[in-house]
């Protein structure tokens, strides 16, 4: 086993941390924009295999990552589960809305997602074959919490109001809608691996949320059932979760998720992590996303301090959140030159 991301995540403290970047296929890029026009629009760009399979490889070809991330997204899942979904520009996805056990009884069962996700795992498959042999491959799903989110508000929501609204009046709704989700994650997880995925990635962007005993149901509770069915299947498969903005939640997440990796948004101190997370496990993270923007001598001390803070542990080094669109490719390029210099 070479690859650097999976001697990582395996608990190997390397010289230089391996480094790749959420969204790193994306619109700061000229040549993804120039592929997204080719595909008309982002849906049809996702379920196109030969586009999807383009955009993949775009950074790894312009920066040299040592991970590329299926290009993908996590609302692909209620759109295969008979959401409608459509995404207007400049504002966000849309969807149609889960309030009640009416809409909830509308949705497929979990097993009949493979049908509308077949392309994807076409994409996982082309790039599985076409990858240079040092990068490894990251398949993705959203966290059942940060899905349903979406799908009970139609769209997203700065506090996930109507997430939390649907757990106060009608929780066995919300529950339902929780385990479909882990079901149907479980499956696409499970064919992204058997079609080449080599890690995967469970995102839980508003986990910061949930609070007390709703983060134990509803975050850490579906991240050990999903990492637990996909190590069942698939021995062996590196996990990495990623509960945004647990705080204190981070504390512990390794041990009671089962996950190889936990990541770090750009909140917590790589100094904090190094003492409260890294004990446990790989870490990934946690460079804020402005320093792609602003770039210069403040971007590379960053860089070094992120990286010595957490030499002494397992580290995969990435943003603490997606990189923006108003990101320079220049600063990118420094970033990996300055993480890699002396190494
Ligand atoms: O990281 C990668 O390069 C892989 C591809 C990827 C995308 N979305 C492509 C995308 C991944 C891993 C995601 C995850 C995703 N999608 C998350 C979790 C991570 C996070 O950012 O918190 C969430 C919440 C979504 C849902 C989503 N997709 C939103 C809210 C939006 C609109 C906001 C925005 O940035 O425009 C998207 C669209 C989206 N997903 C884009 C990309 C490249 C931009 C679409 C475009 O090209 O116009």
Known sequence: MTKPLLR???????????????????????????????????????????LATEVTLQPIRRFGFDAAILFADILLVPQALGADLWFVTGEGPRLSTVTGAADFA???????????????????????????????????????????????????????GPAHRLIAEDRATFEALIDVLTAATIEYLSAQVGAGAEVVKIFDSWAGSLRGEDFARYA?????????????RHPGLPVIAFPRQAEQGYVGFHA??????????????????????????????????RHMVSGGPALDAEVRRIRDALSGGPHVFNLGHGITPDADPDNVARMIATLRENG
């Not at 579906?222 to 069915?229: Q, S, Y």
């Open 220 to 232: 850490v509770a579906p991240a050990r059932t999903i990492t637990a069915a996909l190590k069942a």
């Open 256 to 289: 009671a998720t089962g996950a190889d990796c936990v990541a770090v948004d750009d909140s917590v101190d790589a100094e904090w992590v190094a003492r409260n997370v890294q004990p446990d496990g790989c870490v990934q993270g946690n460079l804020a996303s």
């Open 8 to 50: 990582a995540l395996a608990g190997e403290t390397l010289p230089v941390p391996p480094v790749w970047m959420m969204r790193q296929a994306g619109r700061y890029l000229p040549e993804y924009r120039a592929t997204r026009e080719r595909a008309g629009d982002f849906l049809s760009l996702c379920y196109n295999p030969e």
């Open 106 to 160: 509308r949705l497929k069962p979990a097993a009949e997602v493979h049908e509308t996700l077949a392309p994807i795992y076409r994409t996982v498959r082309n790039l599985a074959g076409a990858l240079p042999p040092e990068v490894a491959l990251i398949g993705f799903a959203g966290a059942p919490w940060t899905v349903a989110t979406y799908m009970i508000a139609g769209r997203g929501t700065p506090d996930q």
